[in-house]
């Protein structure tokens, strides 16, 4: 069965880092690509990253330049490095597949716990 446990989020004040990590099980890994998502309170579900199966990456146009997804294929893990973040930035992120136009996979579909990212200002 596809499991997502997501961990590394955190309190941190803006312009820190975190690292987030996604351990994904159940899936063909090395041929599959990934996302990251946020949801903030009173939010709808958004696209944030995506890496592919060759290492290759997409970014929502906030984050550009702060994130970065990557895959290790090794560990069956996708993690998301978090630099400059912003108060905005603050949501619980889960990872799951990557979708055609980075749409959100549905909410019937098999998620994780999240991970909670909360940025003081």
């Known amino acids: 069965q596809v499991q997502f446990v997501e961990s590394g989020g955190g309190l941190v004040q803006a312009g820190g880092s975190l690292r987030l990590s996604c351990a994904a099980a159940?899936?063909?890994?090395?041929?599959?690509?990934f996302g990251w998502y946020h949801q903030a309170p009173g939010k709808e579900r958004e696209f944030v990253a995506g890496?592919?199966?060759?290492?290759?990456?997409n970014y929502t146009d906030s984050v550009k330049g702060r994130f970065a997804i990557s895959r290790d294929n090794a560990q069956n893990t996708v993690y998301l490095r978090m630099d400059s973040l912003k108060p905005e930035d603050t949501a619980v992120y889960y990872c799951?597949?990557?979708?055609?136009?980075?749409?959100?996979?549905?909410?019937?579909?098999?998620w994780g716990q999240g991970t909670q990212v909360t940025v003081s200002s």
């Open positions: 799951n597949f990557l979708m055609s136009s980075f749409s959100v996979p549905s909410l019937w579909s098999k």
């Open positions: 159940g899936i063909a890994f090395r041929i599959t690509a």
């Open positions: 890496v592919y199966r060759d290492g290759s990456a």
